[in-house]
Structure formats: structure tokens, C-alpha cells
């Protein structure tokens, strides 16, 4: 092997030859795209296979079959060294603006599924490299190749919209069908996209003949490369892997890297000796044998996959039992660029306690074959004994796994698998298993049983006396309830066992064993091998899984009337105006702004305490590392060490206040070296007593401020009347905000004190802030700049000054520029999410449900400062009415203080906790007394003339529009009573269908802050740069200024331009935030446009001439082509005139309806329906208005149902990447999502009578919540459960499996609070 030294490592990207000659074996495929050949297309997001942003396509040629084979991977898990002889590419090589779009690129952007675009080149590629394999996939396979892509803005529906084009299900309408585009009121509109020609795979690049040609060259040939740290071996034949393997005990074998790179990374695991084994003929080899399919231990997932379906089609059924259960398990097992690279070799080594397969290959008594140098191969069977401990098989250190041998089922012979996953996709399980029984010959004896569970040990485990127990037994209906006694004393889980929701899991494993029970009676009674009463219909909903088809759905809006002028956009689908750039990795986002010359890198030094002492920090160990430049820390602070406008101490001095907390920064030549070095840096701490829950702070009366507090009418004299009173409390955990884009800066030192920040920020006036009071300057001196944000949510609005200013002072002590890019697990630790919540009501209402009195306290976790806190809950408080007028209301806020990270805003910002507790109490209302939710509801509505609590009139009130609409839209009365007969008909699955009305006040708490400016600047050939102060994040806020300069001035849109959002074009500008980008900025844009028209005017009346002419006569006769718009909402405050407070500018209304499905079993749940109509006035741009609708909604659903943010205790994150934190993906969206815009509804209050979008229709996703809740009611009422009962958010899958209650349930009570130390806390 030695001799293969001096080998090249040659690859091709984009059809260009690469040849590296000393490549670096823990260097990723995305690493080098990215660093070395500046493709930056490729995204950089999580860097653990989790977010799919960085897939691309490697090309491969298969010498057996003569053919090429393309796969998508993740670029992050890819190691360098493994793409030897093979083709990548990324989707610059597909396509660009400079030559042509690729129609994959072309129909995301045209189609509206590019928001912020972050996400949107990896699902490009994962949609070509679809294509590339199956020109005419179905839409099901559309969405299953898609499920390992996050988007975090769009709601995936556009995506998939603008992929139909592309499938089997397209129809022959072409662009005239009406799945491919919106349905509207009017006839056709003039800017309707155009769609794009049928895609033709033989257009595509050729794979480079030199891989093919010389592919014995390629692969079969060892190779070595090697750095100073770390050696990389391919050797090709097995005595080679042998050899190497005797010469290095301790190396790694490595295939798929997908477990090997996440110890790297995350786990700080070094692995001097890599011995990749993709290319030995042993390991890669597939093979039918007497007893099963013998598949070498190299062999992907997704050929397995492949081979098993073959293989089924041509073996009887009864042969294939185990192979349908590998198949059906692989459905749910990680994503397709996983399961494309991941070995069945390295699933079963990995021994993770939760892996998927294992359960199965130990159930079913898989062969395995093992060899090591100088022994024969022996074979080793995955029985009860094969799992020692945690990640220890019986096979030794030195053993090489050559194959697997998956086997064939006997006729007598049952199988099923079992996985429980918090989200459907791409999921990790929570409980699997692989359950088989043999019977003697046809009967319903048990001969042998063999049931492995994963998730409840550390490692899979068999349930061994249940196993024994029912040997000998019936299949008879007794034997769940033996089962259900054995499996609680076989698989046993301690109070504080990693993973939590130990009762939960509990109840899966006894779950999961009647559906196995159930499935396997059901064979047997179709073979007539049991008699006697069939199983009930009813039960067999149990065992019925429904598959539901791909998501479908409706866009419907008003088109501008045939009277408006061609050239005016105004009202009309423009395509995001840098949609285009997204799609083939042209848009330039700060990470993918090119190194500066001497450029820097800083990685954070931070706490992972949530309250102690620093004793002392040595540095020495991460300064001695070659690269490392410096550290910096509070003593490096030349301004104040203190973030004014969030009242924050900016870094730890002598006592860090949660984990997190900023105590420094390493600098380094490159951020790989930044990055390890910070982990070497040592800190000892001294603990001191932290507050981590709003429990805690509640009994250590820990507040930031004083308690602010609404009310009106007279609570006393209210509760005193009413005839009813219920009191009660609900929780809302918080939510991370996952932007693909983490927290970035690149500062620039320029001469003397000035200094350029590129800042990933929506508030760059608080970048601007924070980098001048830190530095000690003078904030002219400070230039902030962004020109697109990969996601904000509100999470950049406060969050992004620490980084900047952290590497400004890098920048200014080392004269240099430095990047930061936070890596995702440190963004998730070091930046707060939105706040958690808990309400604690008294309500008095009439029988009839109206209420007439509200006490409510609502306590927020703040966290470890005030951040933006108290205006968060400012607003928690004024929106927590919704649409219901409240005659005697008081409301009394909380701000806890507390250990954790400080939370911040996030879209929704205190209304989305404050919606859902009043909602709640809407629900406790209506299931307590048995009344109807959707009179109780409309009785309580505000009509126009009503005064909220905090004394504004609602007037032009559109919420009965919307409501009525909705009803109308859902066919709600006539799908209610479907439900009902569902649930009627199925005991272990039920429905639940739910409306809810939608009022959101628009304007941001804080009156000064509804101000904004604007710029334009006119150049003589007639071209418009715009500059305002809102900051394009995605949601099409630059696109919509543009339609409104276009409109004011009379000109096309194609003549404007907007470069980048500044502080030094617009000044003083307020957070993009609280929905009021448009309508802020609108109006100045208008304003500026307005003053030029002004100017122009005198030039306007010669016949003939045309903008261009006026702009040069203007300019000839010295007259300024340059104006600004400056414009403040007015009204807000006092109104003396009708003794009236105006918190809110004016107010958006809407409507949804859902309907939820459940398996009452496990908890799992899919949203079958959701119909929403929502006022957004004149829309400025539909399809803009419904990507807002659509994106947040499903964020919204993310928030309560999905999205478990999960904290230690000790106050130490658990959730710290896509691969724990599941934010919702493509398979979780409803399967038919219709969205359409309240008809006639101008508002004349803002920018062209539209209304603001950002936030409101997030809050419209409580319907799928309360579906949920009406879903688990219906399961509750089977076993006598009448009622409400309290349901927290997020209402994830073991919430709605513990709330159904029944004889499973019951054997696992839920433990009480306080009684035990969990794994996790709720915040
Ligand atoms: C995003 C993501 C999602 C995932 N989802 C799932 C999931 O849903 N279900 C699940 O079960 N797993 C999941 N995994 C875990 C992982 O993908 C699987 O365990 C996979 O099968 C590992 O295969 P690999 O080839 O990538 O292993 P590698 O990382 O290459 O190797 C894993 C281990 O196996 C050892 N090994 C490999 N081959 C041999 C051999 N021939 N002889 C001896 N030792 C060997 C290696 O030395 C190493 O210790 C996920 C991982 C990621 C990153
Ligand atoms: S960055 Fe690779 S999957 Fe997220
Ligand atoms: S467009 Fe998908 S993450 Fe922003």
C-alpha cells in the first residue's frame, strides 16, 4: 500500500478536470467547493447531513453494467478523498444567468419557490439529479426525493407546484393546468409566468470520457494521502484492507462517512488512520443465496433498497416478509442523499440503540460474515447476544464486516417493522422495532417469536421474556395483555434515561406489539388459519396506514383589472426579482463574498455553564496551534462593554449568565483553525444557583422589569355576574428560528476609525449601534451593508450585533478583515428563540360560551437579559383578545428572568403565545360545556365600534368576511360531519376539524419606530437605483418596492434597481420586522418617487418623449435627480378626538381551516386539509402575499406541533442541529393547502390599499392544533373521557399518543412533576 504515496487525487466538477496532489483526508466535498474553487452556490448549513442546502450531484461510472449512475449527496458528510474518478455537480454547472438556466432552475424561480433562496441550489440539485434518473417522476417521488431539503420560508408548496411540470401527474394542459398555476377571479393576467419547455435529458453535460476510459486507472488502483495529522487508504482488494487494518488497530473504516464525520465534527473525535472500504470487490458485492440476499458491507442504503424491490416483484410474497420490512423501514430512514451514500455495514457497526435496521437484522437473525487478517471468515448471527454495550457488537476491533445476509421469510413466518419518529421524514426514531413470529405448521401456535426494539436501552434490544412467555401460546386475543405485562418488565426505562418521554416510549413498545398482533390475526384470518369473529373493522384502523398521495392545492387572488396599464406591476405576480440569481448559486450572500486579501476568521469562545464564575481562561493550548493568530476578549473592548438598546453586557467579565454567553474569540487564519482551536480553550468555572423554567423564576420571584398590566371594564363586578367560571393554564415551549443562513459578519478596517460591516442583520442600525459603542467611534464611522439575508424571522435582529461587533474587534486589533460564521450548533447555543410561555386564566363566561370576564396572566422566560422582551410582551398582552371583545379583561405580563440564552424576537412576536393562550381558553370553554366551537367563536367576535382592552376602535373590521369565506371554501359543516362518521367508524384513528379567525394589529409597539426612509437616484441613461431601509430577507420586500417605484414613476420595473440595503444611503432605519417592511417603506419609496414626478413634470407635456428624455432634460436644466422619501404612520398614539389609544396602524384579518388526522397508537399525525382566506387589502403582489401565507403557516405549524426545543436541566441545549431540532419538511404539509385572498377588501391606509403579510397568517396554523386537540378528544371519548383536557404546545407526536388514554397508556402513567430529575425541562 506504502507505494500508492504520491498518487493525485483527480476529480471533475462541472465537466473541469481537478488534480490535487496533496489533498487533505478531513477536508468535505463542500469545504473545497466552496473554499478552493469558490462555487459557493453549494450551501454551507449544518454540516451533519441534516438540511440537505449543500446537495449536490456525483456522477459515477458502473463498468458491470456499462452505464452512469447519479446520485445526490451532501456535500458536508463528503470526504474530499472520496471522490476519486467520480463527477460532481454543483448547480453552477447546470446552469447560469450569463449563459442559460437549467429548467429545473428556471421553474423553482418562476414558480415563487425561492424566498430568502438559502435552501433553494440544494434543492435544485436534488430535483436534477432526480431528473437526470427518471425523467418523468411521479409527484409522490417528486416529494420523497425532496424530503431531505429544509426550506424554511416557502412552505414547500411553490417548490412543488413548480416541479409538477416536470412528473407523470403533470396533464397535457401544460401551462394552462390547473395545478400549474394559481385560479383567479379574472381572466388570464398578462405577467402570468410563462412556463417553462419540457425538460429533455439528452441537453444534458456528457460525463467526462477520461472517468470512463480510464476507469481501471480510477478504481482500481489503491490510493494513500496523507497530511501530518491524518492518513487516507483506499486499498481495493480485501487482503489490502486486511493488511491495513493488522498494520493500524485503531484506524476507522469509513464508507458513507454519515456516522464517522458526524463523530468528527460534533464529537471531537480524532481518527489519525481512515481506511475507506468502498472499493474492495468483498464489500461491495450482492448475492443471492440459499438462504437470502447477501449483500457486502459496503453496499448503500439506496441499493438495497433498489435490489430488495427487484426482488420482491419476482418472489412469492410469503418469501419476501423480511424485505418488505427493510423496504418499508427504509421510507422513513434519513434522506435519499443519506441513504445514497450510508452503508447497511456501517448502520450495523455504527450499533447506535436506535438505529433502524438493527432491529430488523436481529429480529429476523441476520447472518453477518467477519474476517480479520489470518483467520478464516466466520459467520455471526445478530441474535439476542450480538449487542454488548453502547455501540459494542460481538464483533472485535479487528474484524472486518464483509456482508450481511438479509433472509428470505417461510411460510409460516410473519414480519413487520415498527419506527416512531418525531417528524414522518428524514427523522431519527424515538422507538423502532422488528417484531417476527414462526407458527407450527398452519396453525396459530407460536414455535418462535423474536421481538428488538431500538430507543428504549443503550443499545437494540430483544424483548427476551416475552419472547419465551408466549412460545407455545394461541394467537388469540389474550395474548396482547401477557405481552403488554412481560414487555414492561423486559424493556424498562429510568426517569432521567436519555431521550425523555420515558412514559411514551413506554406505551410505543406495547403499541407497537398490538399492531403487530393485529397485522399478523388479520393474515391469518384471510388464510382461514384463525376462525371465529374477524377483527373489527374498527380495529383494523390500527393497522391501516392510508397512503395519502402527494399535497395538492389552490391559490386564489383577484387579477388587476383590465384597465390598469400593461407596465404597471402594481397588484400583478412578479417573480422575485433575485429569484433567478438563487437558483444557480449566483446570489452572493456575505459567507459567499470572496476572501479579502490577509483576510481573518474568528470562532466564539463562549459558556457552557448557565450560571457560574469564571475562575480563570487559559488560552495557551489554542494559541500554540499552527494559524492561530490571537484571542480576544472584554479587555480587548476599547467603547463599552454593554448593548444599549437590549440592555445587555456584551461580553462575560467575571460571570457568565446562561450557556452561550460570549466570553471571547479565537483568531486564526482560516475557520476551520478558528473553530478547533476554541475548543481548546479552558475555562474553569465555579456553579452558582441557575433559574432555567418559568416555574423556577416564578417561585425565586425572578423578574427583569416591573409587570405592565391591561385593563378593562371591572373585573370583580365581571366575575361576580357571570354564570360560569373556569380557571386554568397553558404552556408554549419556545422555537428555534432556524434560518439556513446562520449569524455572519465579514468587518472591513479602512483608515483611521472607519470601518465596513457586511452584516446577515434585519436591524443594521443596531449593527451599526452595537459595532460603534463597542469600538468607541462615532457611528458615522461605521458603514453597515447587506444585500440579502438567508432567513431572518426576527432572529437577526438583535442577535447579529454580537457577531459583528465581536469581529470588528478582531478587525481593528489585528488591522485586518474577519469573517464570522457562526456554525449552526453554536448559532442554535448562542442565540435566543422566541419566547416560551405560560398563561394562567380565570374566565367567567354566559352558558352560551360568550365571555364576559378574563383575568390572565401570561409569563414569559426572557432569559438572560431584556433583549427585546418587554416589547415582545407588550404585544402578547394587546393581541392576546384575537378577534374577541373581552368587556371586562385584565391582563397582567411576567418577564422572567431566567439562565437560559436571552430570547428574541421572532415572527409573531408575543401575539403567536399570546393567540394561542386565548385560544385555548376559547377550547376549554367550548369541550368543558359542550358547545359549539364555531357559534362560541362568532359570538364573541369584535364588531366595527368595539374598543379592545387597550381602548382602540375597530373600525373596516373584515373577520366575519373571512369567516364566512372560510366556512364556505372548507365546506366546513359538510366535512364535519364526515369526521364525525370517521371517527365513528375507526377506534385507533381519529379526525378532528378546526376553524379559527385571525386579527393582527400592524405597527410596531414602539411609536418612534414607524418611520422609514428611502433613496432614489436617477442616472441620465434613465436607470433608477433605489435604496430604503428595509432589508430583503426573502420575503420579496426589495420586489415589491421596485412594483411601487415602477407604478409612482410610470416606468418599467426592469429600470429599477435596488443593490443593498446601507446606513449610509438611508439612516436611522428601524428593524425590517413587525410586518411594517412594505408599508413603511412603501410609502417613502412613494414619497421619493413622488418628489421626482414633481421635478419631471414641466418635461412631461412635449408629445412623443419619454421617460429617458425627461431625464436628460432634467438633468441639462440642472434640476436634481436624486430625492428622498421620508414617512411616519400617522395616528398612532392618544386621539383626543374619540378618547382613543391607537396602538395598532390598522388591523389584518383571516381565517383557516383544518383538518388533522391521528394514529391515536403513536402519536404520528398528518394534515389532511387546510383551507385559509386571508385580507391582505390590494395585494401589492399575490404570488408574493401567498408565499407569505404559505411560509408562515407552516412555520407556524412547526411551532405547535412539531418543533421541540429541548434544554437539560442544568440549562444545557439539547437541540442543537436539524439532526434533534425538526423543523417541518415537505412530507409534513397539508395534502391539499388551498389559500385564497378576501375579494374587494382595498385598505386605505396603507401603500397602494394593500396590507402588511410577514407575520399575521402564522397564527392561522392554531388550526391545525386544535384539529389535533378535537382529533385526540374523539380518541379520549372511547374510553369514557368527556371533556377538556389541557394540550401544551408543541402538541408533538408523544403529547397526542399520552393525551388519547387508553389501556396502553394506562400501564405507563405519566410520572408527576417534581417526583424525578428528567432528561430535559420544559422552559
Ligand atoms: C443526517 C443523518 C441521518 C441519519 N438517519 C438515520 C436513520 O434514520 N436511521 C438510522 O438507523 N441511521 C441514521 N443515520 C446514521 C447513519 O447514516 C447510518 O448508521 C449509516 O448506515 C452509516 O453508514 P456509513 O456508511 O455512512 O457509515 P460510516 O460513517 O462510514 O461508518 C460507520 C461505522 O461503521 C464502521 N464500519 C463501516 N464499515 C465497516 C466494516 N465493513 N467493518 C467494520 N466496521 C465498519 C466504521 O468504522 C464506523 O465506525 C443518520 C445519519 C445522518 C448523518
Ligand atoms: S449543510 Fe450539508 S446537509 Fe446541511
Ligand atoms: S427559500 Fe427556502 S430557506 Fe429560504
Request: hydrophobic fraction near 35%.
Amino acid at each position: 500500500m506504502e507505494n500508492q504515496k504520491g498518487h493525485n487525487l483527480v476529480f471533475y466538477v462541472n465537466g473541469e478536470k481537478i488534480t490535487e496532489s496533496q489533498p487533505d483526508p478531513t477536508c468535505t466535498l463542500l469545504y473545497y467547493l466552496r473554499k478552493t474553487l469558490t462555487l459557493t452556490g453549494t450551501k454551507s448549513v449544518c454540516g451533519e447531513g441534516g438540511c440537505g442546502a449543500c446537495t449536490v450531484m456525483i456522477s459515477k461510472y458502473d463498468d458491470k453494467n456499462n452505464t452512469i449512475r447519479h446520485y445526490s449527496v451532501n456535500a458536508c458528510l463528503t470526504p474530499i478523498c472520496s471522490v476519486h474518478g467520480l463527477a460532481v455537480t454543483t448547480t453552477e454547472g447546470i446552469g447560469s444567468l450569463r449563459t442559460r438556466l437549467h429548467p429545473v432552475q428556471e421553474q423553482i424561480a418562476k414558480s415563487h419557490g425561492s424566498q430568502c433562496g438559502f435552501c433553494t441550489p440544494g434543492m435544485v440539485m436534488s430535483m436534477y439529479t432526480l431528473l437526470r434518473n427518471n425523467p418523468q417522476p411521479t409527484m409522490l417521488q417528486i416529494e420523497k426525493y425532496l424530503e431531505g431539503n429544509l426550506c424554511r420560508c416557502t412552505g414547500y408548496r411553490p417548490i412543488l407546484d413548480g416541479y409538477r411540470i416536470f412528473s407523470k401527474d403533470a396533464c397535457g394542459m401544460g401551462e394552462n393546468c390547473c395545478q400549474n398555476k394559481s385560479q383567479n377571479d379574472n381572466k388570464t393576467d398578462k405577467n402570468t409566468n410563462v412556463y417553462t419547455s419540457p425538460y429533455d435529458p439528452t441537453q444534458e453535460p456528457i460525463f467526462p470520457p477520461d472517468l470512463k476510459i480510464n476507469f481501471g486507472e480510477y478504481n482500481k488502483k489503491a490510493l494513500m494521502f496523507e497530511t501530518n495529522l491524518v492518513k487516507w487508504y483506499r486499498p481495493v482488494t480485501l487482503t489490502d484492507l486486511l493488511d491495513l487494518k493488522e498494520e493500524y488497530p485503531d484506524s476507522k473504516i469509513i464508507i458513507g462517512n454519515t456516522e464517522v464525520g458526524i463523530e468528527t465534527r460534533f464529537k471531537n473525535m480524532k481518527y489519525p488512520v481512515l481506511i475507506n472500504a468502498s472499493h474492495v470487490p468483498e464489500l461491495t458485492d450482492i448475492n443471492f443465496t440459499e438462504d437470502g440476499i447477501k449483500f457486502g458491507a459496503s453496499v448503500t442504503l439506496s441499493k438495497v433498497d433498489e435490489v430488495l424491490e427487484k426482488t420482491k416483484e419476482d418472489l412469492p410474497e410469503e418469501k419476501t416478509r423480511v424485505f418488505t420490512a427493510v423496504i418499508e423501514m427504509l421510507k422513513w430512514f434519513s434522506s435519499k442523499q443519506i441513504r445514497n451514500t450510508a452503508s447497511i455495514g456501517g448502520n450495523i457497526m455504527t450499533a447506535s440503540p436506535i438505529s433502524d435496521l438493527n432491529p430488523i437484522f436481529q429480529a429476523s437473525s441476520a447472518k453477518l460474515e467477519v474476517v480479520s487478517k489470518g483467520s478464516k471468515i466466520k459467520e455471526v448471527l445478530m441474535d439476542k447476544d450480538f449487542f454488548q454495550s453502547y455501540r459494542q457488537t460481538i464483533i472485535s476491533a479487528s474484524d472486518v464486516l464483509l456482508s450481511v445476509t438479509i433472509p428470505f421469510s417461510r411460510k409460516n413466518e410473519y414480519f413487520e417493522s415498527f419506527k416512531q419518529a418525531l417528524r414522518k421524514d428524514d427523522d431519527i426514531a424515538i422507538v423502532n422495532a422488528g417484531m417476527r413470529v414462526v407458527f407450527e405448521n398452519e396453525s396459530d401456535i407460536i414455535k418462535e417469536l423474536y421481538l428488538s426494539y431500538g430507543g428504549m436501552a443503550a443499545t437494540t434490544v430483544m424483548a427476551k421474556t416475552t419472547m419465551q412467555k408466549l412460545v407455545g401460546r394461541k394467537w388469540d386475543n389474550n395474548l396482547v395483555q401477557v405481552a403488554c405485562q412481560t414487555l414492561e418488565g423486559d424493556l424498562p426505562l429510568k426517569a432521567d434515561a436519555p431521550g425523555g418521554a420515558i412514559e411514551y416510549r413506554r406505551t410505543l413498545t406495547t403499541s407497537f406489539f398490538f399492531k403487530f398482533y393485529l397485522t399478523v390475526a388479520q393474515q391469518l384470518y384471510n388464510k382461514e388459519i384463525i376462525h371465529g369473529t374477524p377483527i373489527p373493522r374498527s380495529h383494523l384502523s390500527a393497522i391501516e396506514t392510508p397512503e395519502l398521495g402527494p399535497s395538492t392545492g389552490s391559490q386564489v387572488y383577484e387579477l388587476v383589472s383590465a384597465a390598469q396599464k400593461d407596465d404597471n406591476p402594481i397588484g400583478r405576480p412578479i417573480v422575485h426579482t433575485s429569484a433567478y440569481q438563487q437558483t444557480t448559486g449566483e446570489a452572493v450572500y456575505i459567507d459567499d463574498m470572496l476572501p479579502l486579501k490577509g483576510e481573518l476568521f474568528i470562532a466564539p469562545v463562549y459558556s457552557s455553564k448557565a450560571r457560574a464564575t469564571l475562575l480563570n481562561i487559559d488560552t495557551s493550548a489554542s494559541l500554540e496551534i499552527q494559524g492561530v493568530i490571537g484571542y480576544i476578549d472584554h479587555s480587548d473592548i476599547k467603547g463599552v462593554n454593554y448593548l444599549e438598546v437590549i440592555e445587555e453586557q456584551f461580553l462575560a467579565v467575571d460571570e457568565v449568565t446562561c450557556e452561550g454567553c460570549l466570553i471571547g474569540g479565537i483568531v486564526a487564519t482560516s475557520s476551520e483553525i478558528a473553530r478547533e482551536a476554541s475548543k481548546y480553550v479552558k475555562i474553569e468555572y465555579q456553579d452558582l444557583p441557575a433559574i432555567i423554567t418559568i416555574e423556577d423564576a416564578i417561585n425565586n420571584n425572578s423578574y427583569l422589569n416591573k409587570s405592565p398590566v391591561y385593563i378593562t371594564g371591572n373585573i370583580e363586578k365581571g366575575f361576580e355576574e357571570c354564570e360560569e367560571i373556569l380557571e386554568g393554564e397553558i404552556h408554549i415551549g419556545a422555537q428555534e428560528h432556524f434560518c439556513l443562513e446562520t449569524q455572519t459578519a465579514i468587518v472591513v478596517p479602512k483608515e483611521r476609525d472607519e470601518i465596513d460591516v457586511y452584516t446577515a442583520s434585519q436591524r443594521i442600525t443596531f449593527t451599526q449601534d452595537s459595532v460603534a459603542d463597542v469600538l468607541g467611534v462615532s457611528k458615522n464611522k461605521v458603514k453597515c451593508f447587506v444585500k440579502r439575508l438567508g432567513g431572518g424571522f426576527g432572529g437577526k435582529e438583535t442577535q447579529s450585533g454580537h457577531v459583528a461587533a465581536l469581529a470588528a474587534m478582531a478587525a481593528t486589533k489585528y488591522n485586518k478583515p474577519v469573517r464570522m460564521v457562526l456554525e449552526r450548533d453554536d448559532d442554535m447555543i448562542m442565540t435566543g428563540t422566541r419566547h416560551p410561555f405560560l398563561g394562567k386564566y380565570k374566565v367567567g363566561f354566559s352558558r352560551d360560551g360568550r365571555i364576559t370576564c378574563l383575568d390572565l396572566n401570561l409569563y414569559a422566560n426572557c432569559g438572560n437579559s431584556l433583549d427585546m422582551s418587554a416589547a415582545m410582551l407588550q404585544d402578547a398582552m394587546k393581541k392576546c383578545d384575537n378577534c374577541y371583545k373581552i368587556p371586562n379583561f385584565r391582563v397582567t405580563g411576567h418577564l422572567c428572568k431566567t439562565n437560559i440564552r436571552s430570547n428574541t424576537a421572532f415572527r409573531g412576536f408575543g401575539t403567536v403565545q399570546g393567540m394561542f393562550v386565548i385560544e385555548s381558553i376559547m377550547q376549554h370553554i367550548i369541550d368543558d360545556n359542550r358547545l359549539d366551537p364555531v357559534k362560541v367563536r362568532e359570538l364573541n367576535f369584535y364588531r366595527d365600534g368595539d374598543r379592545t382592552h387597550y381602548n382602540q376602535i375597530i373600525t373596516e373590521c373584515n373577520i366575519n368576511s373571512c369567516w364566512e369565506e372560510c366556512l364556505k371554501q372548507s365546506d366546513y359543516y359538510t366535512r364535519k360531519s364526515k369526521v364525525e362518521e370517521f371517527n365513528r367508524i375507526n377506534r385507533w384513528r381519529k379526525r378532528g376539524l378546526a376553524i379559527i379567525p385571525l386579527k393582527y394589529g400592524i405597527a410596531f409597539g414602539l411609536k418612534m419606530l414607524n418611520q422609514a426612509g428611502a433613496l432614489i437616484n436617477i442616472y441620465t441613461d434613465g436607470s433608477v437605483l433605489l435604496a430604503h431601509g428595509g432589508v430583503e430577507m426573502g420575503q420579496g420586500l426589495h420586489t415589491k418596492m421596485m412594483q411601487v417605484a415602477s407604478a409612482t414613476l410610470g416606468i418599467p420595473v426592469d429600470k429599477i434597481h435596488i443593490d443593498e440595503t446601507g446606513t449610509n444611503t438611508v439612516p436611522n432605519t428601524s428593524a425590517t420586522a413587525a410586518s411594517t417592511g412594505s408599508d413603511l417603506n412603501g410609502m417613502a419609496v412613494k414619497i421619493a418617487c413622488e418628489k421626482i414626478n414633481k421635478r419631471l413634470e414641466p418635461y412631461k407635456n412635449e408629445k412623443g418623449s419619454t421617460w429617458n428624455d425627461w431625464v436628460l432634460k432634467a438633468y441639462s436644466d440642472r434640476i436634481s435627480l436624486s430625492a428622498t422619501g421620508f414617512y411616519k404612520s400617522p395616528g398612532l398614539g392618544h386621539d383626543p378626538d374619540t378618547d382613543s389609544d391607537n396602538s395598532f396602524f390598522y388591523y389584518s384579518y383571516g381565517a383557516s381551516c383544518s383538518e388533522v388526522e391521528i394514529d391515536c397508537l403513536t402519536g404520528d399525525h398528518s394534515v389532511l386539509r387546510t383551507d385559509i382566506v386571508m385580507d391582505v387589502g390590494s395585494s401589492l403582489n399575490p404570488a408574493i402575499d401567498i408565499g407569505q401565507i404559505e411560509g408562515a403557516f407552516i412555520q407556524g405549524y412547526g411551532l405547535y406541533m412539531l418543533e421541540d426545543y429541548k434544554v437539560s436541566p442544568s440549562g444545557n441545549l439539547i437541540t442543537k442541529g436539524p439532526g434533534n431540532y425538526k423543523i417541518p419538511s415537505v412530507g409534513n404539509i397539508p395534502r391539499q393547502f388551498n389559500v385564497s385572498l378576501l375579494k374587494d377588501t382595498p385598505n386605505t391606509k396603507a401603500v397602494y390599499s394593500s396590507k402588511a403579510i410577514g407575520e399575521p397568517p402564522l397564527l392561522l396554523s392554531i388550526s391545525v392544533f386544535m384539529a389535533t386537540k378535537s382529533a385526540i378528544m374523539a380518541a379520549r371519548h372511547e374510553t369514557g373521557r368527556r371533556g377538556y383536557f389541557r394540550l401544551d404546545s408543541p402538541a408533538t407526536a408523544d403529547c397526542i399518543r399520552m393525551a388519547c388514554q387508553d389501556e396502553f397508556t394506562k400501564q405507563f402513567p405519566l410520572a408527576e412533576e417534581g417526583t424525578s430529575s428528567p432528561w430535559s425541562v420544559r422552559l
